[in-house]
């Protein structure tokens, strides 16, 4: 039972869902700055930095971001870091990002794909 001048936390749950939909630009922003704090220690200023350093492309490719949101405005560039240590590397695309995950951080396959590759355009065709 709710004491009185405190909402349940079906009425909380149900003000926050209701807001998050009448203002969903808002909403992103607000997300997006405490997933920065919350998973890699930065601020909206230092991911700025680091996004200014880049000139805002991907630090891999140096591309601008090409995937689009749901919004269908280009994304924002991914805070790449090292899993076993935490330490931020650089902002990377989506699709850069998504070949270093499946890579599972391990330069020696980076370097297998890489030489398979080169040697795939000289090698035989079936």
Not at 37 to 52: H, I, M, P
Request: glycine share 8%; proline share 2%.
């Amino acid at each position: 039972m709710a004491s009185r001048g405190r909402k349940s936390n079906k009425e909380d749950a149900l003000r926050q869902y209701l807001w998050r939909k009448a203002n969903p630009g808002k909403n992103k922003i607000i997300t997006d700055r405490a997933d920065l704090k919350r998973k890699y220690g930065l601020t909206e200023t230092q991911f700025a930095y680091l996004l200014g350093s880049q000139q805002g492309l991907c630090a891999v490719c140096k591309q601008e971001e090409k995937i689009l949101s749901n919004q269908g405005k280009p994304r924002n560039l991914s805070v790449d870091h090292c899993h076993a240590t935490g330490k931020i590397r650089g902002l990377l695309c989506y699709r850069c990002n998504h070949a270093l995950g499946l890579c599972e951080d391990k330069p020696n396959l980076l370097r297998e794909l890489a030489t398979y590759l080169e040697q795939a355009d000289t090698g035989f065709i079936i």
